[in-house]
């Protein structure tokens, strides 16, 4: 019996460490940001790490990274019914969907890297409680703090002025949770961001969005998305809304997908929907590539 397969992206997180054979697309996608100053090819040759963490270069990575794997994952006969993507890499699953051309979905990622630095704030995540628990100390705290992703049912990342999130992890921790602290340049899906999503805004109007191929599970909405305005829309206030992976998950199982692949560097989606759901099996693009060797 045919599976029902799904290609989840990454978001913003771990460097790529090594370059993948460049097809025809991705050489150009390289090119065109060496061109503009940003020289990911020769910055992952040589390991310069303190430069990739960079969000205004991290962002374009990640994305490259992301379209290079989920190429080499079809070469090896894996052919996605969904895609999803965790936060910067909802852009990558709109290029994936062919809602988006692989150039402005790069185009567009750098001008979001750009827009995204110098905002002060931070992130943490809060694990070992639940979310209504995390948004019942971000109301008694205030406007400074706010939930930003809702990776699964006991791990939510909360985002916001430092001062706030330092408060609200000390509150967590005396409720029986745990906190670690995100080495993030900002306070990303939270009000404070609002400057830079509307820096980006008008640079998303002017590109051409079509209808996917592939249906899109939206981090915004956690629902299929198949219109091509109402995926602009959902990009041009991305950047500051809350990130609905739980409702993500949840809504690939009801769709009956029986795999999901993680295309990109790592395994934290991997880990997370492990932890989430049994009746979806959960792979690691080296697993996947590993099974149809």
């Known amino acids: 019996m045919p599976q029902t397969i799904a290609f989840l992206f990454p978001g913003q997180g771990k460097t790529p460490k090594s370059m993948l054979p460049e097809s025809k697309r991705i050489s150009g996608l390289l090119d065109m940001a060496g061109a503009q100053g940003c020289a990911l090819r020769q910055w992952i040759a040589e390991a310069r790490t303190d430069l990739l963490v960079r969000t205004e270069n991290a962002q374009p990575a990640l994305l490259v990274d992301s379209l290079a794997r989920e190429e080499l994952l079809r070469q090896a006969g894996w052919s996605p019914s969904f895609v999803a993507g965790h936060s910067l890499g909802e852009y990558a699953a709109l290029v994936s969907s062919g809602a988006l051309s692989a150039i402005d979905g790069l185009r567009a990622v750098m001008e979001r890297g750009q827009a995204m630095c110098g905002v002060e704030g931070t992130m943490a995540a809060v694990l070992k409680l639940d979310i209504d628990a995390v948004a ?41 949770g745990r906190s670690i602290a995100l080495q993030v340049s900002g306070p990303f899906h939270s009000p404070l961001m609002r400057p830079a999503q509307d820096a980006l805004e008008p640079f998303l109007r002017q590109l051409d969005f079509h209808a996917p191929t592939i249906p899109i ?13 109402q995926l602009r829309g959902i990009l041009c ?18 769709l009956g997908v029986d795999v999901a692949v993680e295309a990109g560097s790592g395994d934290v989606l991997t880990r997370m929907g492990q932890r989430m759901q049994t009746e979806i099996r959960f792979m690691t693009y080296e697993e996947a590539i590993d099974e149809h060797a």
């Open 237 to 254: 206030r991305q950047i500051t809304a809350q990130v609905r992976w739980v409702d993500v998950i949840h809504r690939l199982s009801y």
């Open 136 to 176: 019942s100390l971000c109301t008694e705290i205030g406007s400074g703090v706010c939930i930003a992703n809702h990776n699964s049912p006991t791990q939510i990342v909360i985002s916001g002025e430092a001062d706030a999130v330092k408060e609200l992890t000390r509150r967590a921790e005396e409720m029986g």
């Open 217 to 229: 599970v939206s981090g915004v909405t956690g629902t299929v998305e198949r219109d091509p305005e």
